[in-house]
């Protein structure tokens, strides 16, 4: 006899939770979606999913809600709306969560959860969730997979001990690879989140100052050592704050991204789009963190500063 | 009995050569032009200052050349044309130049003159002269000056020695004085060049990759910010060279900056317009010294590795 599947609902279906929803929901999944924007297209068209990686995938009936109060209660809620929309999350999370449901947020940055913590119930367990993957949204309802894929989980705080924080760890771990995504365990959430901005630090912003991918940002000879002093930066500072990194990760993630096809990261949409940009969770928390560590990242603190008058600029 | 006013050549007739032309030759100094693509413009109409400083200037009758074979040998050679041409400037400033003329180079960036220098006959004069202004040309043979309008004198390099240096500066400063112009002798060349980098090295890269003029630069937080660590940067690597700048100056170039019209400097019109920009002269010149001297400058070596990428993609 199998345990049933959990219920699973995301929140924010752009091309993470699409992606992320559609993969779960083709594993036999029962997944729901809440959609904003997309509602229409997606009731109408379903989910599709143009992947390099798994080929076309389409999602026929989608499970579509544009309220939170229509959803019926979930074990795992992913969250892939932007980081800078938290605040106004924290409702529709909890409106679609179990009593101890898993909340897995699925954001780039730092201190992503802290923000949503204060404001989601204490029995609810908050798991950061670090996707390595190119996506983007190219239509209502549509979403294009360019490369990769994984998510790695780390638990964030809740009512878990220990012990049992590494049983739901290992849990979504599974969930995830029983869907064909790549996953593991992240032991330490906090190293985690600045690996991950390694990559995030240099790729996000420069794509927006310079409008260019990473294929043309790794090609030049200026914007390349650029990236690379940026992305030592930050491991200094992760250093600093008392996450060490693996020996080696700036040229790992040189050359891996040197292999992967062109890519926009999602701060360039964001900015070509009129969206906030996700500069508290990639930039400014990340840049205090070392600050109060006597860690100075002047290269990164330069692309902030730009960055800043970028975004006052667009809303101005 | 007054001794006859020196006969001067203007090399590249920009905003700067243009803007100092009609004044020197409105003082009734014996002025020659030579132009290129703005002959015909200048033949026909003139040239014409708007200024907001002294209103507006007309030269009706101008001495205007598009061959330098053509031009009588002159006392003082300016050079306005941009540093990034130095080289083939050289034969031309030889061609006007009487046997032991004085060369004034009135560029930005450090080094200006050492590449002239290699090319130029022992037996002129090299002087350097920093401009304070704030011109632009807004059509073909019109220039739109600003604000402000020195310049300073420092001799470089040639036949004289130090007691003749000293007449010579003089006799440019007087030259400048009675043309209207604002202008004092520079003791030590290299210092003023680097107190003028102090202000070029943020504001003209930044407008470029910002796309902003002084004015929202000032305004943003942010920029303002960045601006600031720039100009310390320079200060830092001004002193590291040898050449301490003066205590304040930061304050004071931030605050006169405050009070000019926005102005989009030279550097953000050249790349509009698809021209090189001047980065070898205002950062790798610079940069490369400042290393040598064992001082780091993060955020302008960023901004100027930004600007290397942006210019490689204006050409390619």
């Known amino acids: 006899m199998t345990a049933p599947k959990p219920r699973i609902g995301i929140i924010g279906t752009g091309a993470i939770g699409g992606f992320y929803g559609v993969m779960l929901a083709r594993a036999g999944y029962d997944v729901h979606f809440l959609l904003r924007s997309e509602y229409d297209a997606v009731v109408q068209n379903g989910l599709q999913i143009n992947s390099a990686v798994h080929g076309s995938l389409h999602l026929d009936s989608v499970q579509a809600y544009c309220n939170v109060s229509d959803m019926p209660e979930c074990d795992w809620v992913l969250v892939g709306a932007k980081s800078t929309s938290n605040f106004e999350m924290a409702p529709l999370i909890e409106g679609v969560a179990a009593s101890n449901a898993k909340v897995v947020v ?65 849990e979504g771990v599974a969930m995830f690879r029983e869907a064909g995504v790549d996953s593991n365990a992240a032991a330490n959430l906090n190293q985690a989140r600045w690996q991950k901005l390694v990559w995030n630090m240099p790729y996000n912003g420069l794509s927006v100052l310079l409008r260019a991918g990473t294929a043309p940002l790794m090609a030049n000879p200026d914007s390349r050592a650029l990236v690379r002093s940026i992305m030592l930066e930050a491991c200094g500072a992760a250093a600093a704050c008392g996450h060490a990194l693996p020996e080696g990760l700036v040229d790992r993630m040189m050359s891996s991204t040197d292999h992967m096809p062109d890519y926009l990261p999602s701060m360039y949409h964001d900015q070509a789009q009129g969206r906030p940009m996700e500069l508290e969770a990639i930039y400014a928390a990340p840049l205090t963190a070392a600050a109060a560590a006597g860690f100075a990242m002047p290269k990164t603190e330069a692309l902030y500063q730009a960055l800043r008058f970028i975004s006052a600029r667009s809303v101005g």
Chains 1, 2 share one sequence.
């Open 106 to 170: 699925l954001q780039n940055g730092l201190g992503v959860e802290d923000g949503l913590r204060n404001v989601l119930p204490d029995t609810l367990h908050l798991l950061g969730g670090l996707c390595f993957i190119c996506v983007h949204r190219s239509a209502l309802g549509v979403v294009e997979h360019q490369a990769l894929g994984g998510v790695n989980l780390g638990y964030h705080s809740g009512p878990a001990d220990s012990q049992e924080q590494q049983g739901l760890i290992e």
